[in-house]
């Protein structure tokens, strides 16, 4: 395995937006290891949104790894990232299952559910039930991406996931 290692401070005037670009192009996967720090940082988190979109677009697997977050700081995560499936690194066998997940060993999600933000709510609430029924889920919600097309979400979704669900209220159809 080979790893590009990009630290979010700016590197001699160049953006953070261009050093994730360059990234996404060079890398498979792509990892978060997100920290009490990185939640402190506004303009991170907003980045964060668009390195989601950019890394679906291109076909790219994101693994969340939490450092030193606490649960309710893991709730005020975007719920997109939120429901992605993160790895502890203060949870035994860390380097082993992170491994697993770089090299793909493992299929990622039960179910990919496509929904409106205005259904925010009722969509996290779907998504845990569906995790007490033992699934796991990712969830994008719809409206401008950053210029990512539907058809590459489906894509990456597809490739994520063994189902898609389309969370269908009045709020997407009148998009």
């Not at 060079?26 to 980045?47: G, N, P, V």
């Not at 997940?101 to 559910?113: A, L, P, Q, S």
């Not at 205005?118 to 845990?128: G, K, T, Y």
């Amino acid at each position: 395995m080979t790893c590009v290692l990009i630290e979010i401070d700016s590197l001699h005037g160049i953006r953070a937006r261009d050093m994730f670009d360059y990234v996404l192009k060079q890398s498979r996967r792509i990892l978060l290891y997100i920290t009490t720090h990185y939640l402190q940082d506004f303009s991170l988190k907003m980045e964060t949104k668009g390195i989601m979109h950019a890394a679906m677009s291109q076909q790219k697997q994101v693994i969340p790894v939490y450092g030193d977050i606490t649960s309710e700081e893991q709730r005020k995560l975007p719920l997109s990232l939120r429901h992605l499936i993160p790895i502890d690194s203060r949870e035994e066998g860390f380097l082993k299952h992170l491994s697993m997940r770089i090299k793909g060993e493992d299929i990622e999600y039960n179910v990919f559910i496509f929904y409106d933000r205005r259904d925010e709510i009722e969509v996290e609430q779907l998504s845990q039930d569906l995790a007490g029924q033992g699934m796991t889920c990712m969830l994008i919600e719809s409206g401008p991406l950053h210029g990512l097309r539907e058809k590459d979400m489906f894509g990456y979704a597809l490739k994520q996931s063994r189902s898609v669900l389309l969370y269908i209220t009045t709020h997407l159809l009148h998009e």
